[in-house]
């Protein structure tokens, strides 16, 4: 069984009112909705992502999603996965939001890559691998689609936006793959745009690289419904 280490509490740094606006001065609006700015885009290329409650009732008041973006990332990194560098979390006065500022992972997201055609069959055949190590390694990322994956410039991949995430101390079972999987179809134009040789080389290389019986190989194969194949 492979241990998950005890996280040090990271220190969250008051943002007051007027440091924000300022803040607002400075920066670009990538995101906002009709509670207000969610994610910022400094000069530097850094990030401030906002996180908001989404219930009345809910466990972020005692632990925050800001926090818990900040410790998905500690363990993505312990885990060897390349994610993005978180530079301060912060709290606001008199208020139940939170903040995280972190330098974003260079690199262009699968997303991006399909959009100008440059998805062929070996960065699908290392999506697939990439994915059956996510899964191996504990990791059940509720957000995994083509647009919160990276290609980094070292030709790896890696994660963005992984507030969402949760971490196993062993490898996730059937249920949790299959759950996963539904996930990662969420656009399903994304997937029946490429051609079946990229399609292949996904599954192929999520099979060759996930520990799985023969019957559970055959059980999730049923949840990719953008590809027919068999085994």
Not at 2 to 9: E, Q, S, V
Not at 17 to 36: I, N, W
Request: charged share 20%; hydrophobic share 40%; aromatic share 10%.
């Amino acid at each position: 069984m492979r241990l998950i280490p005890h996280w040090k509490i990271r220190n969250s740094r008051l943002l007051l009112p007027e440091d924000f606006e300022q803040l607002l001065t400075s920066a670009k609006v990538l995101e906002q909705d009709g509670r207000g700015v969610k994610v910022l885009q400094f000069e530097n290329s850094n990030i401030l992502k906002l996180f908001r409650l989404r219930h009345t009732i809910s466990f972020a008041r005692l632990y925050s999603y800001a926090r818990h973006f900040c410790r998905n990332a500690d363990r993505l990194q312990t885990l060897q996965i390349p994610t993005i560098e978180v530079v301060q979390l912060f709290h606001f006065e008199d208020s139940t939001d939170t903040a995280v500022l972190y330098k974003p992972l260079p690199g262009k997201t699968l997303r991006q890559l399909g959009m100008i055609g440059l998805i062929d069959e070996g960065l699908m055949g290392k999506f697939g691998q990439f994915v059956a190590r996510l899964h191996e390694q504990g990791v059940h990322f509720r957000a995994l689609h083509f647009g919160n994956v990276v290609l980094t410039p070292g030709n790896e991949l890696g994660l963005i936006d992984m507030a969402d995430l949760k971490v196993y101390p062993h490898s996730l079972g059937l249920w949790h793959r299959k759950r996963n999987f539904r996930h990662l179809q969420r656009v399903p134009e994304e997937w029946t745009a490429l051609p079946e040789a990229c399609l292949k080389a996904f599954v192929d290389n999520y099979f060759s690289h996930a520990q799985l019986s023969l019957q559970s190989k055959q059980s999730l194969l049923k949840e990719l419904n953008f590809f027919p194949v068999s085994i």
